[in-house]
Protein backbone atom coordinates (compact mmCIF):
# COMPACT_ATOMS: atom_id res chain seq x y z
CA UNK A 1 0.00 0.00 0.00
CA UNK A 2 2.85 2.35 0.86
CA UNK A 3 4.34 2.47 -2.20
CA UNK A 4 1.53 2.94 -4.24
CA UNK A 5 1.06 6.20 -2.39
CA UNK A 6 4.32 7.04 -2.95
CA UNK A 7 4.48 6.51 -6.54
CA UNK A 8 1.00 8.48 -7.29
CA UNK A 9 2.21 11.07 -4.87
CA UNK A 10 6.25 10.78 -6.86
CA UNK A 11 4.55 11.12 -10.01
CA UNK A 12 1.68 13.97 -8.96
CA UNK A 13 4.75 16.32 -7.55
CA UNK A 14 7.36 15.35 -10.05
CA UNK A 15 9.43 13.56 -7.87
CA UNK A 16 11.91 11.07 -8.81
CA UNK A 17 10.87 7.53 -8.14
CA UNK A 18 12.25 5.69 -4.95
CA UNK A 19 11.97 8.78 -3.39
CA UNK A 20 9.88 9.17 -0.70
CA UNK A 21 10.63 5.69 0.68
CA UNK A 22 14.15 6.74 0.79
CA UNK A 23 13.00 9.32 2.92
CA UNK A 24 10.56 6.95 4.75
CA UNK A 25 13.05 4.59 5.21
CA UNK A 26 15.79 7.19 6.68
CA UNK A 27 13.28 9.06 8.73
CA UNK A 28 11.52 6.83 10.57
CA UNK A 29 12.57 3.14 10.02
CA UNK A 30 9.37 2.65 7.40
CA UNK A 31 7.08 3.80 10.86
CA UNK A 32 9.31 1.91 13.43
CA UNK A 33 10.60 5.04 14.99
CA UNK A 34 8.09 7.28 14.72
CA UNK A 35 9.11 9.75 17.99
CA UNK A 36 12.42 11.67 18.11
CA UNK A 37 14.26 12.88 21.12
CA UNK A 38 14.18 16.46 19.67
CA UNK A 39 10.74 16.02 18.71
CA UNK A 40 10.15 15.63 15.42
CA UNK A 41 6.98 13.04 14.65
CA UNK A 42 5.35 10.63 12.83
CA UNK A 43 6.29 8.75 9.23
CA UNK A 44 8.34 11.62 7.73
CA UNK A 45 9.49 13.00 11.12
CA UNK A 46 7.56 16.63 11.14
CA UNK A 47 8.54 19.47 13.63
CA UNK A 48 4.88 20.57 15.42
CA UNK A 49 5.15 23.84 13.65
CA UNK A 50 6.37 22.50 10.43
CA UNK A 51 3.19 19.96 10.55
CA UNK A 52 0.69 22.76 11.49
CA UNK A 53 2.86 24.77 7.94
CA UNK A 54 1.78 22.19 6.29
CA UNK A 55 -1.84 21.37 7.28
CA UNK A 56 -0.61 17.88 8.75
CA UNK A 57 -3.06 16.91 11.38
CA UNK A 58 -1.74 13.83 12.41
CA UNK A 59 1.91 12.83 11.40
CA UNK A 60 0.92 9.27 12.43
CA UNK A 61 -1.20 8.93 9.54
CA UNK A 62 0.82 7.79 6.45
CA UNK A 63 -1.35 8.85 3.86
CA UNK A 64 -1.33 12.75 5.54
CA UNK A 65 2.46 12.58 6.59
CA UNK A 66 3.50 11.32 3.08
CA UNK A 67 1.22 13.76 1.29
CA UNK A 68 2.82 16.57 3.14
CA UNK A 69 6.40 15.24 2.91
CA UNK A 70 5.75 15.44 -1.01
CA UNK A 71 4.75 18.86 -0.94
CA UNK A 72 7.47 19.82 0.96
Do not use: C, I
Not at 20 to 38: F, H, I, Q, T, Y
Amino acid sequence: MAQDLFAQLEKQHGLPSGLLDAVWAKESSRGKNMRSPVGAMGHFQFMPATAKEYGLTNPDDLNQSAGAAARK
